[in-house]
């Protein structure tokens, strides 16, 4: 059997077997054409050089499928997914209370099955609070981890490949819980949300818990306006204040380590108004602050390396810690890209949000709403075309994608800087010079910019 790995927590078990069943029903209803080539059965038993060849060419099969618009997102390869999930953990079929908190704390418990998929239970939640439809494409459910100052580190949006019961019970550990938040970045989009008293209230209570963990900066005299707002219970003038201040609808991560502006520094990470924001501590202690527009960003990958160990260690048996790294080519200057890596074990929620950002701006440059996108989810699968992969993941198995298109149609547009191919990686299982995201949202600088 292969372990598929999802955030580096092990998501499923499955045979050689089982994934050639999937990709036969994949190449019946897609054609051999779009579907991408599967490692070959071979007649005699496997060397052990064999058998590691064939489990990277099923991870490479896995990613390809995975990343790719039409298949990836297909019903057939997630609940293959799902399906899997289900049997590796043993969790039989079942009536079961889940128990879903919104951002002041509250426990939203909804009755579902064991093996309903990540939107039915959003759409369990939304209908307990009486959340309208039209309004639940605006809210995601993410996996998080509570601190021990009731704060939350968000490990991942939850994905339509997943069962959040499962998910969330396979972890054994009180510590994980279930978050209902707002899932999109353009805060013009909160007028939507306030029409309506449910999204309203969901939007005040995720507000005034950001300001409570410090994740939204408040001056004394803004605190003093706020706290005059929330006595008189007026929630909207609340928001829109809030909205007037640093890190409103940012999503804030652990402390983590960069190599930027040199290797090592300790950093802060935000994720918010279409950048990555880092407080940066410098060896000399100070606080350097500084923002990267995601529009700046040509491409990034995410690489997962565990290292070998050597005899017993400090940690438990058996239980090998996964370093995840984001690196993105950043343009700096006219002429000039840099590598910049995060190395953070919520790298892939980093990878997430600067995904979602940009098909946010891809939506909105399309004239496109998210209320529209949602609608046409329901619909039927999202088309590529018209919502550059809206709302879509990274993929599966902590790789970055491939699919995009390669970015040398953008050579045009800037002359003067070289668009090499990634460089190579340091990391213990290197990726290969196609594994990135490319950037649909890139944008040159001009003289005028500068």
């Not at 064939?54 to 995975?66: F, I, N, P, T, W």
């Not at 900066?217 to 605190?223: F, S």
């Not at 390396?305 to 080519?329: I, Q, R, T």
């Amino acid at each position: 059997a292969y372990n598929i790995h999802v955030n580096g927590v092990l998501h499923c078990r499955v045979r050689y077997s089982q994934l050639l069943g999937l990709h036969e029903q994949l190449r019946k209803e897609y054609g051999a054409n779009v579907v991408p080539a599967f490692p070959p059965k071979k007649i005699f038993t496997l060397t052990p050089a064999e058998v590691e060849q064939r489990r990277e060419q099923l991870e490479k099969y896995m990613q390809a499928v995975r990343q790719d618009p039409i298949l990836g997102g297909s019903e057939t390869f997630n609940s293959f997914l799902r399906k899997a999930q289900q049997e590796t953990q043993q969790i039989p079929t079942e009536e079961v209370v889940l128990e879903v908190l919104l951002s002041n704390g509250q426990k939203v418990k909804v009755t579902i099955l064991t093996s309903d998929q990540t939107e039915d239970v959003l759409e369990a939640v939304a209908s307990k609070l009486d959340l309208p439809d039209d309004l639940v494409g605006y809210f995601s459910l993410f996996l998080v981890r509570e601190t021990k100052d009731g704060a939350f580190s968000f490990v991942r949006k939850l994905q339509d490949f997943e069962l959040p019961y499962v998910s969330v019970t396979s972890l054994h550990n009180p510590e994980f819980r279930i978050i209902l938040r707002k899932s999109y970045w353009d805060s013009s989009y909160d007028d939507d949300v306030m029409e309506h008293r449910v999204g309203l209230n969901l939007l005040y209570a995720q507000t005034v818990s950001d300001i409570e963990h410090g994740w939204i900066l408040v001056n004394k005299e803004q605190h003093r306006q706020l706290k005059s707002l929330q006595e008189k219970v007026s929630k909207k003038e609340f928001i829109r204040l809030a909205q007037t201040l640093k890190y409103y609808g940012y999503l804030k991560f652990d402390p983590c380590v960069t190599d930027f502006p040199e290797k090592g520094c300790h950093v802060v990470v935000s994720a918010g108004n279409n950048e990555l924001n880092f407080q940066v501590q410098l060896p000399n202690e100070q606080i350097k602050e500084g923002s990267f527009k995601v529009t700046r960003m040509r491409c990034w990958r995410v690489t997962s390396s565990v290292p070998m160990s050597n005899g017993p260690s400090g940690s438990s048996p058996g239980k090998s810690e996964v370093k995840l790294e984001l690196a993105f080519e950043y343009l700096m200057s006219k002429d000039r890209l840099q590598w910049v890596t995060i190395t953070s074990p919520q790298a892939i929620m980093l990878s997430i949000c600067l995904q979602s950002m940009v098909d946010e701006l891809m939506v909105k440059k399309a004239g496109g709403s998210i209320r529209k996108m949602f609608r046409r989810r329901l619909n039927g699968a999202l088309r590529r075309s018209d919502s550059q992969q809206a709302v879509k993941s990274p993929p599966l198995l902590d790789s970055p994608d491939a699919s995009r298109e390669p970015m040398a149609k953008l050579s045009s547009k800037l002359t003067s800087v070289s668009l090499r191919g990634i460089s190579h990686s340091t990391s213990a299982n290197d990726v290969g010079a196609n594994d990135f995201h490319g950037n649909y949202a890139f944008e040159g600088i001009g003289d005028e910019d500068l």
